[in-house]
């Protein structure tokens, strides 16, 4: 390469340098004193309906699913389309849920689902199991951005080698840190506008120019099916076969569930200004769903295209560089740059809060908290950006969304304390962390015995069933949870005290 | 209360989505999309629709 950039790869650094500038100009945006944590951690608790849109589109739909989706599509086919139910039923679920768990928090103060659950069941514990468990799936998940952004940055042209690539990405995270230090979520909050507008974009083009260069959908859709069906392992099709049922609804219900009690969405809901902003964006954010649906087609567009890849991550990029005049390649691999660094900062922002108020100060006391504790905050999320750097640069990135199912898997196990402890105290906080262990255990054996897939065949009464691991997971845990409740209220062990009233959840 | 009816609304697209047999299928292909993939798409903008009319049943004046 080393001759005179291209276009494209000018639009795509402006576009980045741009959105660092945005990132730090967040800082005076609503003139906040990001001293206190509530401003610097959750905007001022104060967005409403259209930054909230943005907010959370930018912060769910995230690199890492506009790339291994449809990777997953290229790869694997109709398995990867799990992710349309499991984005179209998240949100009645989170209608009712998250906007209870938004109320409870504003009424007393709660930055973390850890702070909820430590005041919920009395129990250091539980509170610091939760904790540990949002940073531990939030790491990996930080990581897949990386391995999102990489595989654009090597396929742009802009990187002409797997090293300058790598180069690039510490350049951009430490940029990423820089302004997430100064501006708190107020920065992703701003970028979010710039990204998702570069999404849509770039997903509209992308659907109106190449399915028509390629024949049209029936034609891709058939194109596919022979492509995948005359893979030498593990042929797939474009439509699920009646043994991969279970594990296609497993795998939806599963992830569902687990998507908003990630410390990230966590974070922007709780900026959210009332139940009101959560209640409407659970309508208006399918849109994005809708968005992720022909984005994961665009992996059977890349099928038809005849593309073969080393690395299914590619398959994308390569397309746009097919298909797109090298000037707009620029925007498109913007958008996927931008819609790393969005949720990187914001999951950044989540872990840290959890690591300062929920794991360190576990040992100093929950009554002493300290005036600085934003500070403290500030420097962990450089911390867990370090480690998330370390993370992509040693698993393999064709790996990448079977570690962020094993990540969806971890935080589920928090689920009984945080949301069924939404609605009932009638869960011992020691059988919660019990159901915890065991879910923890058993995501992580499932996981090794199937070599990090998503999927565990599970032998029952002779049979055996393939299903989600993050499912099975959870079952263990409330089957856990609720017998150790038994146990335990019977032998009258102490149950912690409960100092939420019932006025603090309407 | 009888608007806390209109919260069981909310698991339709629970039913519809989560049972494949209803739609794991190629035919019939509808504007170039296997059934499989109209379906689902379609149940996106059901579903959005369910959780708006669910929302404006159960609006209080409070909500901001």
């Known amino acids: ?506 | 209360m009888k608007k806390r009816l209109w919260y069981w609304l909310l698991l339709v697209p629970f039913i519809a989505t989560l049972w494949p047999p209803f739609y794991a299928r190629h035919d019939p292909v509808i504007f170039g999309f296997p059934f499989f993939y109209f379906y689902q798409l379609v149940w996106i903008a059901i579903s959005a629709l369910i959780v708006w009319v669910v929302y404006l049943a159960t609006r209080e004046r409070t909500d901001g």
């Open chain 1, 1 to 506: 390469m080393g001759s005179a950039p291209t276009a494209g790869t000018i639009i795509l650094v402006v576009l980045v340098l741009g959105v660092t500038i945005l990132g730090f100009w967040a800082a005076r945006w609503g003139n906040a004193n990001l001293a206190h944590l509530d401003q610097w951690a959750l905007g001022g608790r104060n967005f409403g309906t259209v930054v909230s849109w943005f907010l959370l589109g930018g912060d769910l739909y995230t690199a890492y699913t506009f790339v291994a989706v449809p990777a997953l599509a290229f790869g694997a086919g109709a398995i990867a389309f799990f992710a349309v139910p499991y984005t179209t039923i998240t949100y009645p679920f989170v209608f009712v849920v998250m906007t209870r768990f938004w109320t409870v928090a504003k009424k007393r103060g709660y930055v973390t689902t850890a702070d909820f659950v430590a005041d919920r069941f009395g129990s250091r514990w539980l509170e610091l199991a939760v904790a540990i468990t949002g940073v531990l799936a939030t790491l990996p998940y930080i990581a897949l951005q990386l391995i999102g952004m990489q595989a654009v940055l090597e396929r742009s042209g802009i990187a002409p080698s797997h090293g300058s690539a790598m180069l690039m990405l510490i350049v951009a995270f430490v940029l990423l840190g820089a302004y997430t230090f100064t501006s708190g979520l107020r920065a992703p909050a701003a970028i979010a506008f710039v990204k998702d507008a570069l999404i849509y974009i770039t997903v509209i083009a992308a659907i109106t120019i190449i399915p028509g260069k390629l024949g049209g959908w029936t034609h891709v859709f058939d194109a596919a099916q022979t492509a995948l069906a005359a893979k030498p392992k593990n042929p797939g099709s474009i439509v699920i076969g009646s043994n991969m049922y279970f594990a296609y609804a497993s795998l939806a219900l599963g992830s569902a569930l687990a998507l908003f009690i990630y410390p990230h969405s966590v974070t922007s809901i709780l900026s959210s200004k009332s139940a009101g902003v959560i209640r409407r964006n659970c309508a208006l954010l399918p849109l994005y769903s809708i968005l992720l649906t022909f984005l994961a087609l665009l992996g059977y567009c890349a099928l038809a295209a005849g593309l073969h890849e080393t690395n299914n991550n590619f398959a994308v990029p390569d397309l746009f560089n097919r298909f797109f005049p090298n000037w707009f390649t620029g925007v498109a691999f913007a958008a996927i740059v931008i819609g790393a660094l969005v949720p990187a900062a914001i999951m950044a922002i989540g872990a840290a809060n959890l690591f300062a108020s929920n794991i360190l100060q576990s040992f100093g006391g929950r009554q002493t908290r300290p005036r600085n504790e934003t500070n403290v905050a500030r420097y962990i999320s450089l911390a867990i950006l370090v480690c998330a750097l370390l993370i992509a640069t040693g698993i393999q990135p064709s790996f990448s969304i079977n570690f962020q199912l094993l990540g969806g898997a971890w935080i589920l196990q928090i689920f009984p304390a945080v949301v069924l402890g939404l609605y009932t105290r009638w869960f011992h906080p020691a059988a919660l962390l019990s159901g915890w262990v065991a879910g923890m255990a058993a995501t992580a054996a499932m996981a090794l015995s199937s070599g990090f897939a998503a999927v565990f065949k599970l032998s029952f009464l002779g049979t055996s069933v393939p299903g989600a691991i993050i499912f099975y997971a959870f079952v263990a845990n409330l089957a856990v949870s609720v017998l150790c409740t038994w146990l335990f209220r019977a032998l009258r062990l102490p149950s912690g005290t409960d100092v939420t009233v019932v006025g603090d959840y309407a």
